[in-house]
């Protein structure tokens, strides 16, 4: 296997972000609010504005993984309004021949580094209940568990300042 490694999206990346997006959507469309078929209809201009609001910037960030030069995976982070301390962790997701290796832990390690730079306290995420790999992700990660529904399973991390 070779080497992971792990960065934010930069400006003008459209390409790439939209890429592995639609890698994401197709490969597990049940782990997601969007559907392939709304995104791949998304202007050139709707994926621009997405992919540069989230390479600069305090308030999101887009993060990915590649191995060697192919993006295997993404994690996006986005401030809650009216509550500048708290993120929403989403779009979250690694191609399956690499689910098991360190990707997903590494994408986890820079977005909170970031967050933790950017005054972020705590990190929410909300996974569909089907999705019970995430869910075990998660907590092993440290996140805990806030609430169980039909719709879902909401976890929380606190961010380690300093």
């Known amino acids: 296997m070779s080497l992971i490694t792990v960065r934010r999206i930069q400006i003008g990346e459209t390409d790439l972000l939209k890429q592995i997006r639609l890698a994401a959507l197709q490969d597990a469309p049940y782990a997601f609010g969007t559907?392939?078929?709304s995104a791949v209809q998304r202007s050139a201009e709707t994926w621009q504005e997405k992919t540069d609001s989230t390479?600069?910037?305090?308030?999101g960030a887009t993060f990915i993984a590649f191995s060697d030069d192919v993006p295997i995976g993404m994690a996006a982070l986005f401030r809650l309004q009216g509550q500048g301390d708290v993120g929403e962790l989403m779009q979250v997701w690694v191609a399956p021949e690499y689910r098991g290796t360190s990707a997903a832990w590494?994408?986890?390690?820079s977005l909170f580094t970031w967050a933790a730079k950017n005054r972020f306290r705590r990190?929410?995420?909300g996974v569909t209940e089907v999705n019970t790999?995430?869910?075990k992700f998660y907590v092993k990660y440290g996140f805990s568990i806030t609430e169980e529904s039909s719709e879902?399973?909401?976890l929380a991390k606190e961010v380690k300042i300093g």
């Open 55 to 59: 390479a600069q910037g305090t308030d």
């Open 133 to 135: 790999r995430a869910v």
């Open 106 to 109: 590494d994408l986890m390690d």
């Open 123 to 125: 990190i929410i995420a």
């Open 35 to 37: 559907t392939y078929d």
């Open 152 to 154: 879902g399973v909401y």
